[in-house]
């Protein structure tokens, strides 16, 4: 049985950083990407990490600000957020996802999410 299990979420000042993990179980893991959903609003992309290349890619809402990484060793991804906005308030998914599935807001697995509040 596949498993994401998000963890490092939290409440946080404007201006702070957290960092987020993704513990994956359960299968053979590729591509990973991360998610977020605001209250009130869609679910919407947030980093791609593709495991062939190690290319990433993000939304230009996070680009410069945020980070995805990948643990091979241990089957985790995190997502390094710094410069926090209060805009980044909203629950946090991974998920396992080509590019394309991501860009178009599909995943073939996801994380139960992380909740991230950010304090003006």
């Known amino acids: 049985q596949v498993q994401l299990v998000e963890s490092g979420g939290g409440l946080v000042q404007a201006g702070g950083s957290l960092k987020l993990s993704c513990a994956a179980s359960g299968g053979t893991f590729g591509s990973m990407a991360w998610f977020r959903q605001a209250p009130g609003k869609q679910r919407e992309f947030v980093a791609h990490?593709?495991?062939?290349?190690?290319?990433?890619y993000y939304s230009d809402s996070v680009k410069g600000r945020f980070t995805i990484s990948r643990d091979n060793a241990n089957d985790t991804v995190y997502l390094q957020m710094n410069s926090l906005k209060p805009e980044d308030t909203a629950v946090y998914y991974c998920?396992?996802?080509?590019?394309?599935?991501?860009?178009?807001?599909?995943?073939?697995?996801w994380g139960q999410g992380t909740q991230v509040t950010v304090s003006s």
């Open positions: 990490f593709r495991v062939i290349d190690k290319a990433t």
């Open positions: 998920a396992k996802a080509t590019r394309a599935q991501a860009l178009s807001g599909r995943a073939d697995y």
